[in-house]
T-cell receptor, first 118, second 111 residues
Framework: NAGVTQTPKFQVLKTGQSMTLQCAQDMNHNSMYWYRQDPGMGLRLIYYSASEGTTDKGEVPNGYNVSRLNKREFSLRLESAAPSQTSVYFC?????????????????FGPGTRLLVL | LAKTTQPISMDSYEGQEVNITCSHNNIATNDYITWYQQFPSQGPRFIIQGYKTKVTNEVASLFIPADRKSSTLSLPRVSLSDTAVYYCLVGPPGGYSTLTFGKGTMLLVSP
């Protein structure tokens, strides 16, 4: 059980180049998320997918696109990278359990992808 | 959305108990409280979650007063490896799309 995996671990791009960050989870979770974290900052939500076949914008979606390929995989694409997109990108998945006031949900994060755009 | 406030940083020594308090004055009835831990160069990791009173697991305890307007994460006998950033999140079940990870509390444990 690998949890949440991300590829690549590191990437250097030139301004204007495109790339896709891959994320996969083996916990059969319905919900998946993409965050970015800039130095000294908390995580900001880029996009999320509540279930297979659905995606929605988060707090900072501009410059990104996503694809929920199947229940396991959720990819993040930068069509034309900009230096402002230099960051660490984290993928996460979650599943709710319980019901009513005992309903809880925990996120599980991947190891991150460090992206530098020159 | 419940806004949270927690200290930017805290210092402690090995073997001490550390209590990190998070304020969430406008917590909603169906919101629960979750704490995450993040080490440098890693993704956040779930520590503990609760709705009311006290929750304890093998890593930490979470104290929630009756009015639920604040919560305290308690780490017993910290070690150097507990040096990390700790985030307090408040929100409804299934509401991670609306939750905000603030800057968290940077805990530095010294020998």
């Amino acid at each position: 059980n690998a949890g949440v995996t991300q590829t690549p671990k590191f990437q250097v791009l030139k301004t204007g180049q495109s790339m896709t960050l891959q994320c996969a989870q083996d916990m059969n979770h319905n919900s998946m998320y993409w965050y970015r974290q800039d130095p000294g900052m908390g995580l900001r939500l880029i996009y999320y997918s509540a279930s297979e076949g659905t995606t929605d914008k988060g707090e900072v979606p501009n410059g990104y696109n996503v694809s929920r390929l199947n229940k396991r995989e959720f990819s993040l694409r930068l069509e034309s990278a900009a230096p402002s997109q230099t960051s660490v990108y984290f993928c996460a998945s979650s599943e709710a359990r319980g019901s009513g006031s005992l309903r809880e949900e925990t996120q599980y994060f991947g190891p991150g992808t460090r992206l530098l755009v020159l | 959305l419940a806004k949270t406030t927690q200290p930017i940083s805290m210092d402690s020594y090995e073997g001490q108990e550390v209590n990190i308090t998070c304020s969430h004055n406008n917590i909603a009835t169906n919101d629960y409280i979750t704490w995450y831990q993040q080490f440098p160069s890693q993704g956040p990791r779930f520590i503990i979650q609760g709705y009311k009173t006290k929750v304890t697991n093998e890593v930490a305890s979470l104290f929630i007063p009756a009015d639920r307007k604040s919560s305290t994460l308690s780490l017993p006998r910290v070690s150097l490896s507990d040096t990390a950033v700790y985030y307090c999140l408040v929100g409804p079940p299934g509401g991670y799309s609306t939750l905000t990870f603030g800057k968290g509390t940077m805990l530095l444990v010294s020998p």
